[in-house]
């Protein structure tokens, strides 16, 4: 139908719209460096403006719209350095003098529209209404400037987002379609892979997707599509292992001391228990509740003896295995990081330039319904994610008895398998960062919260649809 023809472009074609007007207009709206973006830029060869800003002006309060180009002097590996570098040699030739960001913003935005496009035409029913509240979610939730002015960065959070969504686009057309692209189903996997390697927390979800990958085999029964799918799935596994494996010993060392001394051991009632617990010595004690970065440790964190007493003597798994071993520390820690769960975007961080006029640190507030509305009413509490998260997984598993369909179990699974990566999001601050920077750490939490909200709703929608006018279950239309 031309309905159908019609609505996935609309949405794409608003979703750019929407992006045009706040990335591209006046005033620039960016997200504030908190020391971040070196690693990122130095690898891609860019570098802060020459005309040069003081510590003050160069983080945390004010967005930069240019930078200059350098040599390539980091080996930060993370695939987010690919759409990084392409802007970097498009930007060069519209300007050799400075790199304008709003290039990289530019590259985000076609794969916005590109992800908002393949999820309405892939999640569109035989409900018309479903359909349309689809798109309408599509654009309220996702297009928020919480997930947009982070187009304007050098942070890692929208390659992230993105191919979470692109992962999930392609992935329902993959299993809707009648006799699946060999095209597509690598595309897939190039999505994945984006999204598992862009961050070093995020390799598990690379490994899992994997596993899942292999559901893919019981679409064709040709051998040449089978022999695709184990190649991908094994290629997926080894990349996504890899990247844990060989990730900087310093990025590991942050990591775990943020994890016992800023997370485990910050406000215990019982440090020296815990250490024992750890299997550390007493004399960790006095760093405490400190985070890596701090100047003023009574043992500093790079110090000789520390390789000894800490970082030769622990490693994530003894961290789990305290958790598991103490289930009442692991659910006080989710408790507290609940209470930042349903905020997108870190406040703390400046969204204007300078030059604007804005206060130092001023936050744009232009298209954030969604935002605001997570962070201002809804619950903030680790009650309310279970009881969310209950209620998703027990449709989910309903929905999924209900079908003989095997295109449209794997589906299912492909959704309850956001709802993973929500909760894998959720944990990682807790047994990989010691709850640091938790407006930033659970940024993937959201995105899945919010995929999961959209399905819920369209669901719903679908649902009453039916009612008043009865359709044969799960009509997707591709055509």
Known sequence: MRYWFKLEWVAAVCGAGILIYLLFGHPFIGVADNGDFLRVIATSGLNYDPDGTDYRDRFFGYAHMHYAYETFRGAY???QIIPVIIARYIGWIWDRHLFDIRVLALIYMILMASAAYLIVRTGKTSSRAAGIVLAAAVLFVFFDIGY??????????????????????????????????????????VCVLMLACSKIQNTPIGIVFALYGLRFVR????????????ICCAGLFVLSAAM????????????????????????SPDIEGDLKALGLPPELAVNAGTNFFQTDTVIKQDAPEMKAMFYDRISHKDVLLYYLTHPQRLLQKMDKAAGSSMTIRPYYLGNYEKEVGKPYGAIAYAYSGWSELKRQYMPHSLLF????????????LIE?????????RIRIELLMLVGFVGFFSFIVPILGDGLADLEKHLFLFNVAFDMMAVTAV????????????????YEWSYK
């Open 458 to 473: 369209v669901w719903v929608v679908y649902r009453i649809a039916r009612l008043v006018r009865p359709k044969p279950a």
């Open 77 to 79: 590996i993370s695939t």
């Open 219 to 230: 679409l064709r029964y040709d051998w040449s599509w089978r022999k695709l799918v184990l």
């Open 385 to 396: 994610i279970i009881l969310f998260y209950a209620l998703y997984y027990a449709v989910a």
């Open 244 to 267: 844990y494996v060989f990730a900087p010993k310093q990025l590991k060392h942050i990591n775990i001391y943020q994890t016992v001394f800023y997370g485990i051991l910050n406000g």
């Open 148 to 189: 947009a002015a982070y187009f304007n960065s050098f942070y890692g959070e929208p390659v992230s987002f993105l191919f979470l969504l692109l992962t999930a686009g392609t992935g329902m057309m993959l299993a809707g379609q009648e006799r699946p692209s060999p095209k597509l189903l690598a595309a897939f996997f």
């Open 400 to 408: 999924y008895a209900r079908s003989i369909s095997t295109s449209v």
